[in-house]
C-alpha cells in the first residue's frame, strides 16, 4: 500500500520543519527491526508506527502473559487468554491504528544462526531486549554490517540508552567491554520494573531513531545516557565528540566473537519472571508441534494454541513455539531448565 506522507496522520509531525515532506518519507521507505517486545519494545513499536516508519519487523521468542498488562504498551486481556506470541499481537494492535504501513512479526530466537535473517534489510535496529547476550549480538552484526542501532535498558526505576553509529560512535563493547558477571547485575526479577522508566527510555531512543532515519546524524545525542526516575538523577557519559575506543575488539580490532559461538543460546533466562527459555541444538526445521502435542497428552495435561502448545508438567509449564523452543515456567534454574526440556521435548 502506498501511503501519502503528507496524508493527515502525520500533518503534524510534517510541520516540524527538521523533518518535513522530505524527512516523512524518508520515514515511509525505511525498514526498522525491533528486538523484543516487552515494555520498552512494545513502546517503541508503537511510536515508530506512529511516527510512519514504512516497515517495522518486530522479533521476540515469548507469549503475552497477565504480568505484561501492567507496563506493556498495547497488550490486552485477549492477548492472554489467547497465548498470542507477542510479535503477533503487537503487529496487530499496531495495524489498527496505521493500516498504511507494513508490519512483519517474526516469533522467533534471535540467535548465532538467525540473526542475519532476522535483522537483514535493516535500515536501523531499535533494542528492546531484556538480556545482555542478545544486545552484545546485535553489536557484533550492526558494527559488522554497518547498520546502526540504539541500545536501551531499564529495570527498577532507572534506564540507559545510547546510540551506535558504526565507525563514528562507540559501540556497545566500547562503552561496557564485556557483560557482568553471571548473576551479579540486577534483572527484573530482583528489582522490579516500573513502566514510566521503560516509556522514558523508548521515548529517548524513539527521538534517535528519528534523527537517524531523516538524515540529521549531526543532530544525534552521542552520550551514554542514564537516568533515575525515583530520585530523579541524570548523567550522561562521553560529549559531543564521543568516538569509537581504539582498543574495542568489536570496533577497533574488528574481532566479532558473539557471531562465533551459539553455546550461549542453549538456555536464557527470562527478564522479569521465574522461567528459562530451552533452545534445540539444531535449527528446529520439521519441529511437529501437533505430533508432540499427540506424543504429551498421554501423560501430561496439554493445551493447544494457533502459535502454542503449552503443556503443564508437575511443578512447571512448557510452552512450545513450532521451531522447537520451549518457555519453562517456574524455574530460573537453566539446568533444571535443560533437564525439563530434554525429558519431555527431547533434543
Known amino acids: 500500500m502506498t501511503t501519502d506522507p503528507l496524508e493527515p496522520r502525520y500533518a503534524r509531525q510534517v510541520l516540524f520543519p527538521p523533518i518535513g515532506g522530505g524527512g516523512q518519507r524518508r520515514l515511509l521507505d525505511s525498514t526498522v527491526v525491533l528486538v523484543g517486545c516487552g515494555a520498552l519494545g512494545a513502546s517503541l ?52 491504528f496505521n493500516p498504511g504501513i507494513t ?17 537483514g534489510g535493516a535500515d536501523l535496529v531499535l533494542d528492546g531486549a531484556d538480556n545482555f547476550d542478545t544486545r552484545y549480538l546485535v553489536n557484533d552484526w550492526c558494527v559488522s554490517e554497518g547498520v546502526p542501532w540504539i541500545y536501551g535498558a531499564c529495570v527498577g526505576s532507572r534506564g540507559l540508552t545510547a546510540v551506535i553509529l558504526p565507525t563514528d560512535t562507540p559501540c556497545l563493547r566500547c562503552l561496557f567491554p564485556e557483560p557482568p558477571p553471571g548473576g551479579t547485575s540486577e534483572t527484573c526479577d530482583t528489582s522490579g520494573i516500573i513502566g514510566p522508566a521503560a516509556t522514558v527510555i523508548a521515548s529517548l531512543q524513539a527521538a534517535e531513531a528519528l534523527k537517524v532515519l531523516t538524515g540529521h546524524r549531526g543532530q544525534v545525542r552521542r552520550t551514554l545516557f542514564s537516568v533515575e526516575l525515583w530520585s530523579f538523577r541524570v548523567l550522561e557519559l562521553g560529549g559531543a565528540d564521543a568516538a569509537p575506543r581504539s582498543g574495542c575488539p568489536c570496533c577497533g580490532q574488528r574481532d566479532f566473537s558473539w557471531l562465533k559461538t551459539s553455546s550461549r543460546t542453549r ?27 499427540t506424543r504429551l497428552s498421554r501423560s501430561c495435561e496439554v493445551e493447544r494454541h494457533d ?24 524455574t530460573g534454574d537453566a539446568d533444571r531448565a535443560r533437564a525439563l526440556y530434554d525429558r519431555y521435548v527431547g533434543t
Open 307 to 330: 502459535y502454542v502448545l503449552k503443556v503443564t508438567v508437575p511443578g512447571h509449564t512448557l510452552t512450545l513455539f513450532d521451531d522447537g523452543r520451549a518457555l519453562i515456567s517456574g
Open 267 to 293: 538456555t536464557l533466562t527470562y527478564c522479569g519472571r521465574d522461567a528459562v527459555q530451552g533452545v534445540p541444538t539444531g535449527d528446529g526445521r520439521g519441529f511437529d508441534l501437533d505430533a508432540v502435542a
Open 103 to 119: 508490519i512483519e512479526p517474526r516469533v522467533a530466537d534471535l540467535n548465532v544462526t538467525t540473526v542475519g535473517e532476522l535483522l
Open 45 to 96: 513499536a508503537e511510536q515508530m508506527a506512529r511516527a510512519g516508519i514504512g516497515r517495522i519487523r518486530l522479533v521476540d521468542r515469548d507469549v503475552v502473559e497477565a504480568s505484561n498488562l501492567g507496563r506493556q504498551a498495547l497488550y490486552t486481556q485477549q492477548d492472554v487468554e489467547q497465548s498470542l506470541p507477542k510479535a503477533v499481537a503487537l503487529a496487530g494492535h499496531l495495524a489498527t
